[in-house]
Every structure is written in structure tokens, then in C-alpha cells.
Nanobody, 124 residues
């Protein structure tokens, strides 16, 4: 059972950048890796996801062109580079993983492994 630990959250300014990192206890290339977020009073939403083996990435419309997800399979980490931050990016961000299945579209995965979350607060 893979364990996930996030780091890198904190306070950012609108227009600025933050980088989140997630360390996995197993090889990330065996998993679909995703970043989710949940703002107060809102449902959890997917921000970005990646399937390294299929060279596929997904981004929510709200972060396209601003956020970049990347994996380092040598280190078993998945990062989320967040640029051009907006106050509406304020949320608890979670790293998540799902076992990779050949042929399954990235949007069809249900994530069974979660990190503890890290707070990101963007001031205006």
C-alpha cells in the first residue's frame, strides 16, 4: 500500500509561485498520480493528474497554463508547480495515487491512496 507525504504548501501572493512535492513510498511509475484540492465549503476537485507510462497528463480548466505536474521516478516524487497564483487557488492540496491499468482513461480513475494534505493560502 503506497504512502504519500506532501510538502511545500504555505502562503503565496497573487501572481506568485509555489511548488508542492509529494513523496511516495513505492515506485510512482506503477501509479496514476494526481493532485486534488479542497477549499472551505467546497467539494474536493482534481487539479492535475499524470500517467507516466502513457505520457498522459490532465489539468482542470481553472489551472491550465498556470500549473504543471511532473514526476521524478528515480526519487518517487510528483510535484505541482503553481505559477500565476490566484486567491481562488487557496485550498488544502492533496496528493493521490491510483494503480495504473492499461487502457483506462485518466478521467476514469478512482484514487485509493491519499496524502495528509498541505495548506496553500494565496493572498491578494
Amino acid at each position: 500500500q503506497v504512502q504519500l507525504v506532501e510538502s511545500g504548501g504555505g502562503l503565496g501572493q497573487a501572481g506568485g509561485s509555489l511548488r508542492l512535492s509529494c513523496a511516495a513510498s513505492e515506485r510512482t511509475l506503477s501509479y496514476v498520480m494526481g493532485w486534488f484540492r479542497q477549499a472551505p465549503g467546497k467539494e474536493r476537485e482534481v487539479v492535475a493528474a499524470t500517467i507516466w507510462r502513457a505520457s498522459v497528463t490532465y489539468y482542470a480548466d481553472s489551472v491550465k497554463g498556470r500549473f504543471t505536474i511532473s514526476t521524478d521516478n528515480a526519487k518517487n516524487t510528483v510535484d505541482l508547480q503553481m505559477n500565476s497564483l490566484k486567491p481562488e487557488d487557496t485550498a488544502v492540496y492533496y496528493c493521490a495515487a491510483a494503480r495504473y491499468r492499461v487502457g483506462t482513461p485518466i478521467a476514469r480513475y478512482e484514487y485509493g491512496y491519499w496524502g495528509q494534505g498541505t495548506q496553500v493560502t494565496v493572498s491578494s
